[in-house]
């Protein structure tokens, strides 16, 4: 007779379903796991999964949601712990870059792959919604204060796209180790704060010219825009 299991024992199950599913999904891509395949890594029977989850496309929306509300997490405790607007960006940029390197495996499954009907999973569209919020807070107050120019959603979309294509390249080895990663990462930064900074008025120019000054490049904050509908690696159930 089978062993009626306690709810802590179900949500240990699942949490290791999920760290094996998300492990093979970023390996390998949607298509080549099976439901089969992860309870045979789990040493458990071929239905047991079933318990729990509808099928693979239910398993991967769980464990994208639970990545992204992880995600979430990471970036909005970052933000927390600075007030001024961009430090804030600074330190929210650089939990983004730890986030992505500490997790491949989730950072791949977030923004590497999309899932048809994604209606059908309102938990994924919450935790989505809650790290694009996370991210493009940053952009919102520092237009508002007049930090930077520009309008805040278009460049949501530039500067993520700059960063997560940076990340890619170095999860992928494909950057060359001279210059080095945060070589690259540090110039590329300094045109993106070059190209939002805010135009200063003529006379004040002028003014900081003849004290001497330098014009001062602003951190520019890694942002995260709505998930691009054009999709790469689809689920198929």
Same mark, same amino acid.
């Given at each position: 007779?089978?062993?009626?299991? $306690?709810?802590?024992?179900?949500?240990?199950?699942?949490?290791?379903?999920?760290?094996?599913?998300?492990?093979?999904?970023?390996?390998?891509?949607?298509?080549?796991?099976?439901?089969?395949?992860?309870?045979?890594?789990?040493?458990?029977?071929?239905?047991?999964?079933?318990?729990?989850?509808?099928?693979?496309?239910?398993?991967?929306?769980?464990?994208? $949601?639970?990545?992204?509300?992880?995600?979430?997490?990471?970036?909005?405790?970052?933000?927390?712990?600075?007030?001024?607007?961009?430090?804030?960006?600074? %330190?929210?940029?650089? %939990?983004?870059?730890?986030?992505?390197?500490?997790?491949?495996?989730?950072?791949?499954?977030?923004?590497?792959?999309?899932?048809?009907?994604?209606?059908?999973?309102?938990?994924?569209?919450?935790?989505?919604?809650?790290?694009?919020?996370?991210?493009?807070? !940053?952009?919102?107050?520092?237009?508002?204060?007049?930090?930077?120019?520009?309008?805040?959603?278009?460049?949501?979309?530039?500067?993520?796209?700059?960063?997560?294509?940076?990340?890619?390249?170095?999860?992928?080895?494909?950057?060359?180790?001279?210059?080095?990663?945060? %070589?690259? !990462?540090?110039?590329?930064?300094?045109? +993106?704060?070059?190209?939002?900074?805010?135009?200063?008025?003529?006379?004040? +120019?002028?003014?900081?010219?003849?004290?001497?000054?330098?014009?001062?490049?602003?951190?520019?904050?890694?942002?995260?825009?709505?998930?691009?509908?054009?999709?790469?690696?689809?689920?198929?159930?």
């Amino acid at each position: 007779m089978a062993k009626n299991l $306690t709810q802590e024992e179900i949500d240990a199950f699942k949490a290791r379903l999920c760290a094996v599913a998300e492990r093979r999904f970023a390996e390998g891509g949607v298509a080549s796991v099976s439901m089969r395949q992860l309870a045979e890594e789990l040493g458990c029977s071929p239905m047991t999964p079933y318990r729990y989850f509808k099928d693979k496309d239910d398993i991967l929306a769980a464990v994208r $949601t639970a990545a992204f509300d992880r995600f979430a997490a990471t970036l909005e405790a970052a933000g927390a712990s600075v007030a001024e607007p961009r430090e804030r960006a600074r %330190a929210v940029g650089e %939990a983004y870059l730890a986030f992505a390197f500490a997790q491949p495996n989730a950072y791949r499954l977030m923004f590497d792959m999309t899932q048809p009907d994604d209606d059908r999973y309102p938990d994924l569209e919450r935790a989505g919604s809650r790290a694009r919020r996370t991210m493009s807070a !940053h952009l919102e107050t520092m237009a508002q204060r007049g930090l930077i120019h520009g309008d805040p959603q278009v460049l949501s979309y530039v500067i993520w796209a700059s960063i997560h294509g940076l990340v890619m390249l170095r999860l992928a080895g494909k950057l060359p180790g001279d210059p080095d990663f945060r %070589a690259i !990462h540090a110039e590329m930064l300094r045109l +993106l704060a070059a190209g939002m900074r805010a135009p200063m008025p003529a006379a004040s +120019l002028e003014a900081g010219n003849e004290a001497g000054h330098e014009t001062v490049s602003e951190p520019v904050p890694t942002s995260m825009p709505k998930p691009i509908r054009q999709q790469r690696k689809r689920s198929s159930r």
